[in-house]
Each structure stands twice: as structure tokens, then as C-alpha cells.
């Protein structure tokens, strides 16, 4: 078993019925989903909604973002990042995250402060080994993309 939302669905199926299920999500992706807001948001923490809530509502049960965003990582360590301007219309489902390549996932929406990220290829710049530093380019330590301990 993956999670414990499908056994609680289930027991909730059995006690209030298919109707009750379907009252909730799209209707292709029906019931309820947990997603947990964390990051750059004034109350972050899980949630339970309907699958195809807007990711913007997400962040306003959330308490709304306590810094202006960036992007927001959609579905967890196997979603995408989202640039902050396209990701509040978006409906937290499969459908609805497909086009950045995201997917609800782990249930995951974790809100990136603007100013975090450096600007494209500042990382390719990074010294092989930082002043007074031990480590040598290609070792473990050498934290350039592509680079590992060989």
C-alpha cells in the first residue's frame, strides 16, 4: 500500500456511499485528495480537498504566501516547478497539471520565495573550489551541476 487515502476512502465510501464520493473532485478524477502546503505560505500545513481544487485556492486555505512567489513545486519531489504567475488557475488534478509536467503525486505544493533562485547559468560559473576551500573540482564537494566524485 502507497498511502493511507485510498483505505480511509474506502471505509468513507462504505459508510456514506458512491454519491457522497462523487460530490467531490471533477468529474474524471472524483473524491478528495490531502495536499500539504509548505514554504513561502503565513499557515502552511495538510489540507483535504476536492481533487481539481485551483492550486491559488490551495495557497489561500494556506493562509497566502507570506513573501511574493517565484514558482511553486506542484506534486512533490516527481512534479515540476511552475513559475508563480501560471500556477494559481491551475486545478490540483492529473488533467490539470499535465501541461508543465507535474501530477497531484505526493500531494505537494511547496511555494518558492522570489529571489531564491539565481539567475540561468550562474551555477556552470561556480568556482571548481571555493577560496580556502579543501575540495578539489570533481570530488564530492564540488557542488557544480554535474559533478560528482569520480
Same mark, same amino acid.
Given at each position: ?5 485510498? #483505505? ?8 456514506? =456511499?458512491?454519491?457522497? !464520493?462523487? /460530490?467531490?473532485?471533477? %468529474?474524471?478524477?472524483? *473524491? ?23 492550486? &491559488? ?8 504566501? /507570506? @513573501? %511574493? ?6 506534486? *512533490?519531489? !516527481? ?6 504567475? +501560471?500556477? %494559481? @488557475?491551475?486545478? !490540483?488534478?492529473? @488533467? =490539470?497539471?499535465? $501541461? #508543465?509536467?507535474? =501530477? ?16 540561468? *547559468? ?8 571555493? #577560496? =580556502?576551500?579543501?575540495? +578539489? @573540482? *570533481?570530488?564530492?564537494? $564540488?557542488?557544480?551541476? &554535474?559533478?560528482?566524485?569520480?
Amino acid at each position: 500500500m502507497q498511502n493511507v487515502e485510498t #483505505p480511509a476512502h474506502l471505509a468513507l465510501i462504505a459508510r456514506y =456511499g458512491a454519491a457522497w !464520493f462523487r /460530490s467531490a473532485g471533477t %468529474p474524471a478524477e472524483l *473524491g478528495t485528495i490531502l495536499v500539504t502546503v509548505l514554504g513561502a505560505v503565513h499557515e502552511p500545513g495538510v489540507t483535504e480537498v476536492g481533487t481539481g481544487t485551483p492550486v &491559488g485556492q490551495l495557497l489561500e486555505l494556506a493562509g497566502g504566501a /507570506s @513573501a %511574493p512567489p517565484q514558482a511553486l513545486l506542484l506534486g *512533490g519531489y !516527481f512534479g515540476a516547478w511552475v513559475e508563480a504567475a +501560471r500556477a %494559481p @488557475a491551475r486545478p !490540483f488534478s492529473s @488533467a =490539470g497539471l499535465a $501541461d #508543465p509536467g507535474a =501530477g497531484p503525486g505526493a500531494g505537494l505544493v511547496a511555494v518558492l520565495p522570489a529571489g531564491s533562485l539565481r539567475p540561468p *547559468g550562474w551555477y556552470a560559473t561556480w568556482p571548481a573550489s571555493p #577560496p =580556502g576551500s579543501a575540495a +578539489r @573540482a *570533481g570530488s564530492a564537494c $564540488d557542488r557544480r551541476p &554535474g559533478r560528482t566524485n569520480r
